[in-house]
Structure formats: structure tokens, C-alpha cells
């Protein structure tokens, strides 16, 4: 091969050389982009999923003040319950003692 086919031969080598980088230059756009809009999928997905979660969490601490509340209520129902049912037992202790004591 002489000196000239050898010159042709490099510069057809370079030729594809810079062709395949272009054609990679390309690919990484295209996969630059895919990701971006992938991760703009993401943000928008995240975003609703931290919004449920508020929603989730603010719906638990309801439900833990309600049975906080239900707890209360009962304790005061029975306390309300004892005092009267206290006073009819106390009332009949009296009385049976008084009519059998005699």
C-alpha cells in the first residue's frame, strides 16, 4: 500500500470516526432527555404520593383522637352510672337493715 492509498485509507477513518461519535453525541441527547422526562414522571408521582400520605397521616391522628375521646367518654359514663347506682344501693342497704334489724 502506498503512502497515498494509506492517507485515503486514515481519513475514511476518521471520516467514520467523527460519524459515530455524532451518531453517540445523539444517543446521549436521546437518553438525556428520556431520563429528564422520567424523573419529571417521578416528581408528579412523588408528589401525589406525599399528598396521600398527608391525607393518611392527618386521617390516623383523627382516629387516635377519637379513640382518646371514646376512652374519656366511657370513664365518665360509668363515673356518671356509679354515683346513682351507688345512692340505690346505699338507699336499700338502709332499708333492708332497718326492717331486718328488728
Known amino acids: 500500500m502506498d503512502t497515498q492509498?494509506?492517507?485515503?485509507?486514515?481519513?475514511?477513518?476518521?471520516?467514520?470516526?467523527?460519524?459515530g461519535?455524532?451518531?453517540i453525541k445523539a444517543r446521549?441527547?436521546?437518553?438525556?432527555?428520556?431520563i429528564k422526562d422520567g424523573n419529571a414522571r417521578n416528581d408528579e408521582s412523588n408528589k401525589y404520593l406525599r399528598?396521600?400520605?398527608?391525607?393518611?397521616i392527618r386521617m390516623l391522628g383523627g382516629?387516635?383522637?377519637?379513640?382518646?375521646?371514646?376512652?374519656i367518654w366511657t370513664w365518665q359514663a360509668i363515673g356518671k352510672l356509679a354515683i346513682p347506682i351507688g345512692g340505690v344501693v346505699t338507699l336499700a342497704t338502709i332499708i333492708v337493715n332497718y326492717f331486718f334489724s328488728k
Open 51 to 56: 399528598e396521600q400520605n398527608t391525607e393518611v
Open 5 to 19: 492509498e494509506q492517507l485515503k485509507d486514515h481519513e475514511k477513518r476518521i471520516e467514520r470516526l467523527e460519524d
Open 28 to 34: 446521549i441527547s436521546s437518553l438525556s432527555d428520556q
Open 21 to 23: 461519535q455524532e451518531d
Open 63 to 71: 382516629i387516635q383522637q377519637k379513640k382518646q375521646e371514646a376512652h
